[in-house]
């Protein structure tokens, strides 16, 4: 099932509210005993963070998927639509420089959201009481039958010299090889956006969840639990510095459960998922022209990739 995209327009006024809400100076309850410390707005992290009225319980890691900010990027199908284009691109350049029998990377359907441990904790108690903090896929490994990399091939789909090495071969191959030409050519006629608005805001709402005193109260909650249980670490984050092995043990598989418990029972991942929403809808009012533009071009691009499926009778 892919993840579904919020549509943009709706984002947008979405936004436009949050901010104007914000503006308008009403900030919750107050008087004796009734908000926080410090005369904090309620369902505020600091000053200047936005409200959040009523965090999600979320159940499984796709229950987080769904970021405003993701609005504006391909969706799953979307991805999947500008790869299949791309591949055929690259299928013709690949043709041409003696590789006849090359086909595209397959396009299948997008996995599940895989429920492993994050830095918001784990929900997935079934997955921590078999795998510990690892999925099902990284216990079971990888398949050993895959075919061996042809390395002419690979400096042809790629310009690269070799895995270790990109410096571009040149010659008859195109820069970036035959991907980077079937790039090039869904963006040929279209005005990229400049800079990296979406990466650099993505960064941002990532870097304000952390630090919200939200997140940071959530964040010692579940600290607490976890020490109750007999566990001394900091935050979800420290079980990634553990050092489990290479095998799954006991110990591994009980800190899961403990980390899992403590997670819903804190409701870490759903206090940051509604802190970091808020902080994106904050956003999204900020920067709504370099968005639009960063969609519009994402657009541009999906209706020429349309043209390329339709012409080859896809």
Known sequence: MSRRTIPVAAVLVLASAVVAGCSSGSGGRSGAGGGPPGGQAAGTGAAGAPAVTAPPSPTSASDLAA???????????????????????AQDCMRRLGFGTWQPPATGPTAKTADVADQYGYLDEAQAAQYGFRSAAAVKGKPTDAPKLDPAQFTAETGATSVTDSKQVGGNIPDGGCFGEAGRKLDEGLTKPAGSVYEDLMGESYQRTNVDTRVVAGT????????????????PQAL????????VTQREIDTAKADVACTKQTNLPGIAFGVQRAIQQ?????????????????????????????????
């Open 220 to 235: 010692k909650a579940w600290a607490d639990c976890m020490k109750q249980k007999g566990y001394s670490y900091s935050s």
């Open 240 to 247: 990634s510095a553990e050092s489990w092995g290479a095998t």
């Open 282 to 314: 904050q956003q999204i009012a900020q920067h709504q022209q370099q968005l639009k533009d960063q969609r519009d071009f994402v657009d541009a691009r999906l209706r020429k990739a349309a043209e390329v499926l339709r012409s080859r009778g896809q």
């Open 67 to 89: 970021l405003p900010l993701r609005a504006f990027v391909p969706s799953d199908d979307e991805a999947r639509t500008l790869n299949k284009a791309e591949g055929l691109l």
